[in-house]
């Protein structure tokens, strides 16, 4: 038993949901072990209250176990349980009519922490970062020309005020009332796209 044991916790998540699928349920504690305190501290960090995050995440063992046949090998495990994970904390926090806001300093620096490598970020952190980045990106699609160039000259291309003037031929000035509007402007998108 112990030899299983060691071989299940070394096998790939994959090869684990194939076992649950064939009809090996009892595996499944060992998928519980592997995430449960990653996806815990996403939880979280999302929902802020330690009983609301474990309540939930008991719902996404739940509705992945009853979800698992519906898997793509394929594909990657740990993906889609994040997934599952953060629209059940998303779904949560609408029942109870909060708010959801990626904070300014996210956005301007997820691009260069996504590109800079690190070993002590976890995966999680990673991820997180990457849905940030991803929800930046739609947003931006969503503000009026003038304002995506700004943000993208500002805080991708790290241009300066100077640069940025010169290339949209403002005075340094109102390029700094320009970039204040433009995050305004994207902060209201970002929240309304959570908002639907």
Sequence with gaps: MDKISQKVKVAEDNA???????????????????????????IYRLV????????????VFVKAYRNIKTFDIERKFSSWIYRIAHNEAI??????????FVSWEDIVTSKDKLETKSEERSPIDIWI??????????????????????????YFSEKSYEEIGHLI???????????????KKLMVVINLMEGH
């Design 16 to 42: 684990l949901i194939k076992l649950v699928k064939l009809g090996h349920p009892e595996i499944y504690d060992e998928v519980v072990k592997r995430y449960e305190k990653k996806l815990f501290s996403y």
């Design 91 to 100: 779904n949560f926090l609408k029942k109870k009519n909060k708010r959801i």
């Design 48 to 59: 802020g209250n330690k009983e609301e995050a474990e309540d939930i995440l008991q719902n």
């Design 169 to 183: 031929g403002s005075p340094v000035n109102t390029v700094g009332t320009i970039i204040n509007r433009a995050k």
């Design 129 to 154: 970062r990457e849905e940030s980045r991803l929800q930046i990106q739609e947003a931006l699609g969503h503000l009026p020309e003038k304002y995506q160039k700004v943000l993208l000259l500002r």
